[in-house]
């Protein structure tokens, strides 16, 4: 029998549930792009973007997804052939690799398999004498399929006084986890609207620093791509290289206005960490009955508090079992050895504690259903976190 009428649950790694308010911000006729109301909500967004990313520096918008954000930056700050270090800790490290080989640089991975990065290892490659001519290090501060998460002013730390640039991608990150671009001496920023910024997709942003403005425009960078017009205009198109994506930018007004004004970035930060310990708890729980069922990042430190990736026997048949008869929906085991027999859990953007314990006492009722064997206490485990943080 289906029990899924009512309120539906997206629970996987983006796009995340979009506020209704945030949908309601976007319901209106298109307004005059030249007009006054336009260009000030673009330029409050701008500001607010800084706020977000905690940088005094530039930012870009585009339209687009993380992929458009990340051929975005290639463009900007590379010539063909340049060297760059990328990160791996799980699928998006690979992929933006990928991009960034089809676009003409020359990519070193140093991988980690799902692990987070050790950046004893960073320092170790950097302190070469061959690592003279890498232009940049590149990471994600949450590879979204391992749920692997990098500790950022570590990476720093360990790039020591090496002059490459330090490129993060916070795409699954951004809004969920502390980020404070200027302060840990991030170059460039990547991030999209879709996850933590509880909108939908379609806008992608690039922050970048006054050193990487002195760099120029490189041999890669196209008239749309080129982010300096972006950065330093103040007129409402030229943000966006062309026609303003006037509903979309409505929308993250809204979602900036609950993110940063109403809740606080810092107590979001905290309610992402919540969330996310309460579900590690309830996997725990059920992984001490069936050592099958196993979080992927060992480390709690080193985990993602948007998103957890595990593995557990039969993930395919729960997730279908659980859209069908309960309409929860759960993430694919993107990048695992073994994706039928792994998930993922989204708490990200717009998710509260009774969407995340509804999400995981339906879990438990599918593991039940189907026999999938799990340990007892689950559920009560993660509501005594949540119990003892709220
Ligand atoms: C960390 C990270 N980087 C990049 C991307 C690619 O973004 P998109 O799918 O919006 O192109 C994703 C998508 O989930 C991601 O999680």
């Known amino acids: 029998m289906s029990l899924s009428a009512g ?8 796009p995340s549930p979009v506020p209704a308010r945030v949908l309601r911000a976007m319901h209106r006729v298109s307004p005059d792009i030249y007009g006054a109301e336009v260009l000030a909500v673009v330029q409050n967004v701008v500001a607010r973007l800084k706020q977000l990313a905690g940088t005094a520096a530039h930012v870009a918008p585009y339209i687009g997804n993380g992929h458009a954000g990340w051929e975005a930056v290639t463009s900007n700050l590379f010539n063909r052939d340049d060297r760059v270090l990328v990160i791996q800790s799980g699928h998006f490290g690979r992929s933006w690799a ?9 990519v070193e991975a140093m991988d980690f398999g799902l692990a987070p990065p050790d950046p004893a290892r960073l320092a170790e490659r950097l302190a070469r004498p061959d690592a003279a001519g890498i232009v940049a290090v590149c990471v994600c501060q949450t590879d979204t399929a391992s749920s692997a998460r990098a500790d950022i002013q570590a990476l720093k730390a360990a790039m020591g006084d090496h002059p490459a640039l330090l490129v993060v991608d916070a795409i699954a990150s951004l809004g969920c986890a502390p ?13 999209a609207s879709q996850k933590g910024l509880m909108c939908p997709p379609g806008l992608c942003f690039a922050w970048f620093s006054d050193r990487v403005v002195r760099r ?32 979309l930018v409505y929308a993250l007004d809204e979602a900036l206005r609950m993110l940063l004004e109403e809740e606080g970035l810092e107590a979001a930060w905290a309610r992402h960490e919540t969330l996310a310990r309460a579900c590690w708890a309830a996997f725990d729980a059920w992984g001490a009955g069936n050592p099958a069922i196993r979080l992927v990042v060992a480390d709690p430190e080193c985990r993602a508090h948007a998103v957890t990736a595990v593995q557990l026997p039969q993930a395919d048949e729960l997730r279908a079992w659980l859209t069908e008869r309960l309409g929860v929906t759960l ?21 509260n504690a009774p969407m995340l314990l509804g999400t995981l006492a339906s879990m438990q009722a599918g593991m039940t259903a189907l026999g999938i064997a799990h340990g007892p206490g689950g559920i009560d485990a993660a509501i005594r976190v949540i119990a003892e943080r709220a």
């Open 98 to 106: 990928d991009v960034m080989t089809r676009q003409g640089v020359a």
């Open 7 to 14: 309120h539906p649950i997206i629970a996987i790694p983006g």
């Open 331 to 351: 993430g694919v085991g993107l990048g695992a050895a073994d994706p039928a027999n792994a998930l993922r859990v989204a708490h990200m953007g717009h998710a």
């Open 216 to 247: 120029g425009r490189t041999g890669l960078t196209t008239p749309y791509w080129d982010w300096h017009p972006r950065a330093t205009t103040d007129a409402a198109w030229q943000f966006w290289g062309g026609t303003p994506p006037v509903q």
């Open 179 to 191: 980020m404070k671009m200027d302060d840990w001496g991030v170059d460039v920023l990547i991030a």
